[in-house]
């Protein structure tokens, strides 16, 4: 897979999980951001200034980045981008599960 190097803010979630701020990561994606939404910010820009990597700037669990980390699991920040990624799919699904079982169980305490 092509390579490129990655400059990421130390003070981000995903600077964080790697541990570094320069990282190498595969470049498979042509797309790029033009313009950033609402209450995100870029973590990571590569050697040419596009965006590699965004995150919220609110407590939910939110990241993206332009390459793939599951074809870099040999290398460990990877593995722990992945991870917390499986990890806060897995909370939100049981947030959303309780929510679920909760709002069944008023609507059959109103009956």
Do not use: C
Not at 91 to 101: C, F, N, S, V
């Amino acid at each position: 897979l092509p390579l490129q190097r990655v400059q990421l803010v130390q003070d981000s979630r995903i600077g964080r999980l790697m541990h570094d701020t320069r990282i190498g990561a595969n470049r498979i994606h042509s797309q790029a951001i033009k313009r950033l939404g609402r209450n995100l910010r870029v973590t990571g820009l590569d050697d040419d200034l596009f965006v590699q990597a965004i995150e919220n700037t609110g407590q939910q669990w939110l990241m993206g980045i332009q390459w793939h980390p599951e074809y870099l699991l040999y290398h460990a920040g990877h593995r722990r981008i992945f991870s917390h990624f499986v990890h806060a799919a897995r909370a939100r699904k049981l947030e959303r599960l309780h929510g679920q079982r909760s709002a069944t169980a008023d609507q059959g305490e109103e009956s």
